[in-house]
């Protein structure tokens, strides 16, 4: 279901309409929402991005323009969890061209780097700097890189970019 105060910009591509919940967010013009997705309030959606199947934003999660979440990744915005208390929601930010491998978990209030690589599986706990390639529970630091170009070299190497 897509609420009515969903605001969509032009051509974002829902897989269908039934097997998603969505509802007080926005999602930018050219983005695309996979099967069994929920996205929830205070939740904003750059342009270009791609939000993969089972995935999870949560009250406050930021993706800024051609951020990739992978299948499964799990947001979380209260990082002492209770019943019966007030929950102060706690930011996250995913700059631009990040991309964030399946099954991850982004713990509340952090922020991950442009042109970052989270690894599958990973939970993320702190803060992520631009041009990293992070994995592991808890994610470590794999590699880091000094540009946008020079990471984009570095996966070239490793598989055929568009």
Not at 32 to 48: L, M
Request: proline share 2%; hydrophobic share 40%.
């Amino acid at each position: 279901m897509v609420d009515n105060d969903v605001i969509l910009g032009d051509n974002v591509k829902i897989f269908d309409e039934k097997l998603v919940n969505i509802f007080g967010c926005t999602i930018s013009d050219n983005s695309f929402v996979g099967p069994f997705v929920e996205i929830t309030r205070n939740t904003k959606i750059g342009k270009n991005c791609i939000i993969e199947s089972h995935s999870f934003l949560c009250d406050s999660v930021i993706l800024e323009d051609n951020v990739f979440i992978g299948h499964g990744v799990m947001f979380t915005n209260d990082l002492y969890p209770q019943v019966g208390v007030d929950v102060k929601f706690l930011p996250t930010i995913v700059k631009k061209n990040a991309s964030i491998g399946s099954n991850a978990t982004i713990i509340a209030g952090i922020k991950i780097g442009q042109f970052s690589v989270i690894g599958a599986g990973s939970v993320v706990t702190k803060d992520v700097d631009d041009f990293s390639i992070i994995a592991g529970n808890p994610a470590k630091l794999i590699r880091s890189f000094s540009s946008s170009e020079e990471i984009e070299n570095y996966f070239r190497t490793k598989q055929k970019l568009k």
